[in-house]
């Protein structure tokens, strides 16, 4: 009830930015029989029906009236472009037929293989199917930034004396406080990451936290929690585990790389056979000529 409401009243919105751009009550003196002409350039006419599609819903009808101020001025810009691109231009330059129908050509062609994909794809992958694909292909997967095992909390520097069983639950590992943790840092506004099997790059965690790595090979091999205050926040890091650059990275850290690579595999073959089913069957039809070097084909008999 409400999503209907609200079209009337976007479209009511709309329909006053029109009446407001004609300058007048109506766009004609006659009743309307057809859709409602918001604006006319050469013949040429933007339907009322048009101007609604591009106004999201939910806009506030002061918005939607300037939306469609806007995108009526824009069009009558375009049209007369337009207009004088087709009287100026050689007729060779106007025919675009050929990229035209490429373009539906592709456009087809994806809708199509997207479908055909997506009703067929089986999109679970097995632990021992990703394991397997890792091992064979571990060169794939060289790290180019050290990575990261590790959990950290950032929390305002106010809130210094309300931390100390974060701290003590960071020291001792003990996950069964970490849910209290994470309620308490949401309802704090604290950063934090306390899923133990999450692997980042140093890239990444440094955009979470300031660490200044100085020796960072050293640094990451540590299994102390880390503890310092920068930006006016209060900083708790342990690391857990680590992989070094230039090493291939663990198995847990590229998990989605690799089903998303079998995934692709995956699509790949099905869109190989179907390309092959559908060219043995319409040679086997004698849906398909081709012409031998040095010959023409004859014409084929119409359907």
Same mark, same amino acid.
């Given at each position: ?29 006659? =009743? ?19 101007? $609604?599609?591009?106004? =999201? ?26 207009? /004088? ?76 004396? /309300? ?23 949401? $309802?704090?506004?604290?950063?934090? %990451? ?22 960072? $090979?050293? /640094?990451?091999?540590?299994?102390? =929690? ?49 390309? $092959? ?6 040679? %086997? ?15 084929? =008999?119409?359907?």
């Amino acid at each position: 009830m409400f999503g209907i409401a609200q079209k009337i009243q976007r479209t009511c919105a709309v329909a006053v930015a029109v009446t407001l751009l004609a300058g007048c009550s109506s766009l004609s003196d006659q =009743p309307v029989k057809s859709e409602t002409v918001a604006a006319s350039v050469y013949e040429r006419n933007l339907l009322l029906s048009e101007i $609604e599609n591009h106004i =999201p819903n939910r806009t506030s009808p002061e918005d939607s009236v300037a939306m469609a101020s806007r995108y009526v001025d824009q069009w009558i810009r375009e049209q007369v472009m337009i207009h /004088q691109a087709e009287r100026r231009l050689p007729d060779g330059d106007t025919d675009f037929s050929r990229e035209l129908e490429a373009y539906r050509n592709a456009l087809l062609l994806h809708a199509y293989k997207d479908r055909y994909v997506n009703e067929r794809l089986e999109t679970s992958v097995s632990d021992e199917e990703a394991v397997s694909y890792y091992e064979r292909n571990k060169a794939s997967f060289i790290l180019t930034d050290y990575s990261v095992r590790v959990l950290f909390v950032s929390a305002p520097a106010s809130m210094d004396e /309300q931390m100390d069983e974060m701290r003590e639950a960071m020291a001792s590992l003990d996950s069964s406080r970490f849910l209290s943790m994470e309620r308490w840092c949401v $309802e704090n506004g604290a950063t934090f %990451s306390l899923a133990d099997d999450i692997w980042w790059t140093l890239g990444e965690l440094t955009k979470e936290i300031p660490l200044e790595l100085y020796r960072a $090979e050293t /640094q990451i091999a540590r299994r102390r =929690p880390i503890e310092f205050e920068a930006e006016e926040r209060i900083h708790l890091v342990r690391f857990l585990e680590h992989a070094l650059k230039n090493d291939v990275a663990p198995f847990e850290a590229v998990r989605n790389q690799v089903d998303e690579l079998i995934l692709h595999q995956r699509r790949k073959k099905l869109l190989m056979d179907l390309e $092959e089913n559908l060219l043995v069957a319409a040679w %086997s039809e004698g849906a398909v000529q081709r012409a031998e070097k040095g010959e023409a084909l004859r014409p084929m =008999p119409s359907p």
